[in-house]
């Protein structure tokens, strides 16, 4: 059992942490039922083979005591004799091959827009909801343009005739900033840095050779740990402060200043015990030594712990990052994992204004202004699976977790939980309207790749009620043996794309969200993957056009009259050219629209072709008077070399006063925005020019 329990894990967490960044959220879990009945549950609870949902609402824990003792009774009922094997880090044992695969860290989610300033008028990040602002890695305040590319934070000054670089910070490759936010002078850098693997061949006694070098046989984990730092940019940049705490990074939003950062950890300080040898006694030693160490463990190994130093590394603050009284957990135990939001005022810098905890884990990310939820796919526990079967059916039945908070203040208050019948796509498959929760998902993950006539998905609507997301109203049977691609919520309706070979493009009206009702259904060749308003009557997407038989063929961008909700149309259709991609297919950051235009970037490459093919830049389209019409297509050097080029493929646009500047890791063009011609080119690297 042990070793089927292995395979089945490995697999599924090859298929998770090592996908690219593809337009998916789909994570490991499980969950029982289908169907469309109302209730609470979420997730699944082992008990041999039988499953149940976890029901109702979170439970606060009210003392440390309180904390510890559920965590020890619970880490003492399944310790085995090699510690928490299978409740570690992203669930897998703490003890890894030293030729085990590498585990790389999920993509993060991805967004622009157009904002005014007392002297003209500059573009945002593409934010999901209006007021909330995504981390991202190029921001502007109209004045400067801050970028993180290539391990190099980057401030230029773009009031005159050339952008102009006014400093560089390089940080060590190792540090991986995904994200940032910038606030006056001030920016804060998000990102994972793993700790070092850690060798046991003192412990262990036995080693290999490796090219004639000795070396240990396996090695504790490096434990992942999520990496702030503080830089002030009023001249050359530099490093304020840095903070570190245990766990990964998720997600992050900022609300006038305030930032709330999502990480999820797992329990960290435990040097368990082994069996010395083989046979039933060895093991049954090595379970009762590991017993007595969770009996001694103490609340540093189970919350995350943070450490807060000045630019020089003195500590300023440390302690754990969360307090007992702050911490939730499900009726029903579903794992050791904890989901933490930890709270920022950017005015005052680095340093934990509040934070909030549960016992579960956390993928998926959506904030409105009043509430931020954070979604997970049911928790199951691996060990009681006695079949890979056991497995299959346990994914094809699950729920997402859905956990709700209250942002309306400093301080972030759990809310309420509920749950939907199976997976989320990405942030954009939840919206909140008028207090509700809509959530769309699809029965089977996207990366399980088993299709059939019981695959569908579905538009759910929860509502608060005393401390349950209570589902109040839901559709199914959307796109039978297909699965959804891409989903925009605008006001009262809902844009839901599925694709198997072609592109059903279904309009849902939500105006009773006790009765979604599907008003209209267009089926075309192709998908779109991501889908943004152009207004009330006109929805652009952009995606990849396809054949009869569901091959793909390129980048398209299609634009549709959703005038009349029962008779959706393309009303404009522009490929892109073959073999084409856009990250802005996966990543809302990378769409800009700026009045009738949009930028997006594309790739070309022809794998059967000559290698002329290439070409990665950035398309610029006119979206006005009803038709998609390409007005030009911005190339940084070396853009059209498919052997140097991948370097300057472009990474962002953005628009400050009457300039395009789009971003590579290579520098900044500015281009005039009425003409799109050339007007200067800065190259990070001052030295080439």
Not at 517 to 542: F, M, N, Q, T
Request: charged share 20%; hydrophobic share 40%; glycine share 10%.
């Amino acid at each position: 059992m042990r070793r089927l329990t292995i395979a089945i894990t490995a697999l599924l967490l090859a298929l998770t942490a090592c996908s690219s960044p593809t337009p998916t959220s789909a994570t490991l879990g499980g969950g029982s039922g289908s169907g469309s009945g109302v209730g609470s549950g979420s997730g699944l609870v082992g008990g041999g083979s039988s499953v149940h949902l976890v029901q109702g609402a979170l439970v606060r824990f009210q003392a440390c005591d309180d904390f510890l003792s559920h965590l020890k009774a619970e880490a003492i009922e399944r310790v085995g004799p090699y510690g928490l094997d299978w409740y570690g880090h992203w669930g897998y044992p703490p003890v890894l091959s030293r030729f085990g695969e590498d585990v790389a860290l999920a993509s993060s989610e991805v967004a622009a827009g157009a904002a005014d300033s007392d002297a003209f008028r500059f573009s945002t990040t593409n934010n999901q909801e209006v007021g909330v602002d995504e981390a991202d890695i190029v921001k502007t305040d109209g004045k400067r343009i801050v970028t993180f590319t290539s391990n190099r934070l980057s401030v230029i000054d773009v009031t005159g005739p050339k952008p102009v670089l006014i400093g560089s910070l390089v940080l060590p490759p190792e540090q991986a900033v995904r994200d940032l936010f910038m606030h006056g002078d001030r920016v804060i850098l998000l990102g994972n840095t793993w700790g070092l693997a850690t060798p046991l061949e003192a412990e262990i006694g036995f080693s290999d050779s490796v090219g004639g070098v000795a070396a240990p046989d396996r090695y504790y984990a490096g434990s992942p740990i999520v990496t702030l730092t503080e830089v002030d940019i009023s001249g050359e940049p530099t490093i304020e402060r840095v903070m570190q705490l245990d766990g990964s990074y998720i997600s992050s939003r900022m609300i006038d200043g305030i930032a709330r950062v999502v990480l999820t950890s797992g329990p960290t300080g435990f040097v368990w015990a082994y069996p010395e040898g083989s046979g039933l006694k060895a093991e049954r030693d090595a379970i009762a030594a590991n017993k007595k160490i969770i009996e001694e463990s103490t609340i540093d190994n189970w919350v995350p712990y943070f450490v807060l130093t000045d630019a020089a590394g003195e500590v300023l603050d440390e302690g754990p990052a969360v307090s007992c009284d702050r911490a939730h957990h499900p009726a029903d135990f579903a794992g050791f994992n904890m989901l933490s939001i930890v709270t920022l005022d950017l005015a005052d810098g680095l340093g934990i204004v509040d934070s909030t905890g549960v016992l579960a884990s956390g993928e998926t990310v959506y904030s409105s202004t009043d509430a931020m939820y954070v979604a997970t796919n049911g928790w199951f526990d691996v060990q009681f699976l006695e079949s890979d079967f056991d497995a299959v059916d346990s994914f094809e039945g699950s729920r997402t977790q859905i956990h709700q908070f209250d942002i309306t203040g400093t301080t972030t208050e759990y809310s309420a939980t509920g749950s939907v019948r199976g997976y989320l796509l990405n942030q954009f498959a939840m919206s909140e309207h008028n207090g509700d929760l809509r959530v769309a998902s699809t029965s089977t993950p996207n990366w399980w790749g088993r299709r059939g006539p019981d695959q569908e998905s579905l538009v759910s609507v929860l509502r608060p009620d005393d401390g349950e997301l209570e589902l109040i109203g839901q559709i199914d049977g959307l796109g039978r043996n297909e699965q959804i691609y891409s989903v925009r919520f605008m006001g009262d309706v809902a844009y839901l794309v599925t694709f198997r070979q072609t592109d059903p493009l279904f309009t849902i009206d939500l105006t009773d969200p006790t009765d979604p009702v599907v008003r209209g259904e267009l089926k075309i060749p192709g998908y779109s993957a991501y889908l943004h308003p152009l207004s009330d009557d006109l929805v652009v997407g952009i995606g990849q056009d396809a054949d009869n038989d569901g091959r793909i063929k390129g980048s398209q961008v299609s634009l549709f009259d959703v005038s009349d909700l029962d008779n959706p149309k393309r009303i404009a259709k522009l490929a892109l050219g073959r073999d084409s991609s856009s990250s802005a297919e996966y990543d809302h950051r990378a769409f800009l629209q700026w009045d009738d235009t949009i930028v997006v970037p594309l790739t070309e490459y022809s794998w059967d072709g000559p290698k002329n093919d290439f070409f990665t830049g950035a398309v610029a389209i006119d979206v006005g008077n009803r038709t998609l019409t390409e007005i030009t297509r911005v190339v940084h050097p070396d853009g059209d070399n498919p052997d140097i080029g991948w370097n300057s493929t472009i990474l962002r646009s953005l628009v400050v006063g009457d300039s395009l500047y789009t971003v590579s890791n290579h520098g900044v063009l500015k281009s005039d925005l009425a003409s799109f011609d050339d007007v200067a080119w800065l190259h990070f690297d001052a030295s080439r020019g």
